[in-house]
Structure formats: structure tokens, C-alpha cells
């Protein structure tokens, strides 16, 4: 069986394709980006973008993988959560597909998507997920039928948080790998707020901690670069340390673009190393947004069972991941 996945919750419009048995045949993508002023995207103009794209990451993606729309066997897209004007593009060329070319439609959850991918690509057994993007950040465990968030952002995404930093001092998008160059020739660790709340993280009081030592002209970009990844991560990987001890889990997976952070995997596997866990990490290819995770989420779902009509191929841009039922 052969899916074809659709992916457009947030800059990223991707398309995917793998067969039910774990086959990579595409994974085609096209990503907005600017370099204007500190805010990032405006829906409709990413919206606007995908629309332009789509043909041609299709094209490509079909031609990567031989085939044509009608060897296809089921048409998934990216029904929730993300930006509403941008899951909108990819549900509508779902529909289109699976109308004209009578195919099976199935809308899944993009940060479920991040973890069963993972899943697939690595060793990993029932891990904690440590989904790290730019849009969200969330540490996700399985229990009871359900992918549980148990600590997540309070307020801005890590990658929206090192992207808003990385544009403020004026050294572009993505801010995340600029940053790591940088911080590679820091000399001093600057104390900066650390933030962790219960099982949550906050972001926001650090970046405008930041901005505010930046301005003052008394720190090296690479020394703030540095300290706040150092800052930043260490929150994030003593939230999934103790969701590894919460859970009695023992894999320890990342995803997410920020997943693709050197350091960050880094900090990630000796935390696990001094516990006796086991972390995994995947290529940059899956941990950003792509339409493959959404192609075998797809078939995962339609394999154990689930059906939906094209009426019901609506978007949800606010389902949270604990409001899947895990029924495959
Ligand atoms: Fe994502």
C-alpha cells in the first residue's frame, strides 16, 4: 500500500511518500521564509506560498518515487494543530485528490506524526518524545491510550524563541544553526534565567532578558549565543529527564527541527547516559516539518482501521496531542 502525505501546518509545505512497509520513496518540501524584522509569518502570505509550491513539490515528489496520483492507495494530510489559513491549502488538495482520483482520505496530527516517524526510523521503544520545533515544544509520553503531553512551553516554541533572539541581533533565519556557529567561539557562560515550572518551560522573561543584556553592550554575541543555548536546553532536557523517571521509560526520542541541534543532542545524551536510558536522534530531513511523517501516519491509521469521508476532511487547528485517541 502506498501513501502519499500532505504537510502544511505552519512554513513548511512537504510532500511525502512511503509504503506500508516502511519504504522512503519522496519526501519533497518547499519552505517560506523571510528575513524581515523580528515577527516571522504572516498566515496569509504563507498560505499564499504554499498555494504557489504545491504543484511542483508534487511533481517532484512523484517523479522522485515513479509513480502517478493513480498508484496511490491513500491521500493523508495535516489536520491539526497549526496555522489555519495553512492547513487549509493542504486539506483542500487532499480533497481534490481523493475526489478525482477516488482515494481513501485521512487527516492526522502533525506532533503525533513527529513521534511515529521517529518511531519507524529509529530504535526506539514506547520513548518519551522531546518535541522541539519552532511552533512547539512538548516532552510526549504514551500512557493509557494516549500520547500525553507532560511538559510543554508556556508560552513561545524553542526554535520561535532561538529565531526571534537570532533575528534581534541581526544575524537572519534560521536562527538556531547561526546561533550554534556562534556560540562555538564563546568564551564565558552568562547567568541567565532558567525557567522551569512544574513539567513546563518559559521562554518569553529569557528572551527579553536577552534583548536587554544585548543592548546593554557589555556581552559578546557569541557568549549570549552560547549561554543561551546552554540556558534554554538544560530546561528542556531536565523537563524529559523527568518524564523518563515519571514514566519508568527508558528511551529518550528527539524531534522537531531544534532536535537538530548538535548541542542539544548532545546535553540530551548525557542525560541518559547517567541515567541509563538510551537516546535517539533522527536526520534533519524528518525532525523539520515533512509530508513523509504524515504519509505513515496515514497509513498507520487507515491500516488499523480508520475511516473518514472527504466531507469530513475539515481542519483542526487548535486539537491538542492528547486529544488523539491511539487506536493503531
Ligand atoms: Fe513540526
Known amino acids: 500500500m502506498i501513501g502519499l502525505g500532505i504537510e502544511s501546518t505552519a512554513h513548511t509545505f512537504g510532500i511525502g511518500i512511503i509504503d506500508s512497509s516502511g519504504r522512503i520513496m519522496a519526501n519533497e518540501r518547499a519552505v517560506f521564509t523571510t528575513d524581515e524584522g523580528e515577527g516571522g509569518m504572516i498566515p496569509a502570505e504563507v498560505a499564499e506560498h504554499h498555494t504557489n509550491v ?43 485528490i481523493a475526489a478525482t482520483y477516488e482515494k481513501p482520505i485521512i487527516g492526522v496530527n502533525h506532533c503525533i506524526a513527529h513521534l511515529e516517524i521517529g518511531k519507524l526510523l529509529s530504535d526506539a521503544k514506547d520513548p518519551v518524545f522531546l518535541y522541539a520545533s519552532g511552533a512547539n515544544t512538548q516532552v510526549i509520553a504514551y500512557d493509557g491510550g494516549r500520547y500525553r503531553v507532560f511538559g510543554e512551553t508556556l508560552d513561545i516554541g524553542v526554535g520561535n524563541f532561538l529565531d526571534a533572539f537570532a533575528r534581534h541581533i541581526g544575524i537572519g533565519f534560521p536562527g538556531g544553526p547561526k546561533l550554534y556557529k556562534l556560540s562555538l567561539s564563546a568564551k564565558n557562560l552568562i547567568e541567565l534565567p532558567y525557567v522551569v515550572k512544574g513539567m513546563d518551560v518559559s521562554f518569553g522573561g529569557l ?111 487548535y486539537l491538542r496531542t492528547d486529544q488523539v485517541e491511539v487506536f493503531w
Not at 508534487?58 to 494543530?81: H, M, T, W
Open 54 to 96: 504545491f504543484r511542483e513539490v508534487i511533481d517532484n515528489a512523484l517523479s522522485k518515487a515513479g509513480i502517478s496520483l493513480d498508484d496511490i492507495d491513500l491521500v493523508s494530510y495535516s489536520q491539526s494543530p497549526g496555522i489555519g489559513n495553512c492547513l487549509r491549502v493542504g486539506a483542500m488538495l487532499a480533497r481534490t
Open 207 to 317: 528572551l527579553t532578558n536577552l534583548k536587554q543584556k544585548y543592548s546593554s553592550g557589555r556581552y559578546s554575541k557569541e557568549d549570549l549565543a552560547f549561554s543561551m543555548q546552554e540556558t534554554a536546553f538544560a530546561m528542556l532536557v531536565e523537563v524529559s529527564e523527568r518524564a523518563l523517571a515519571h514514566c519508568g521509560k527508558k528511551d529518550l526520542l528527539l524531534g522537531g527541527g531544534v532536535a537538530s541541534s548538535l548541542r542539544l543532542q548532545e546535553m540530551c545524551r548525557t542525560m541518559c547516559r547517567e541515567r541509563g536510558a538510551e537516546c535517539f536522534t533522527l536526520p534533519t530531513e524528518v525532525n523539520v516539518d515533512n509530508g513523509l511523517m504524515i504519509a505513515w501516519l496515514g497509513l498507520l491509521e487507515y491500516k488499523a482501521g480508520k475511516r473518514m469521508s472527504i466531507k469530513e476532511a475539515d481542519i483542526k487547528p
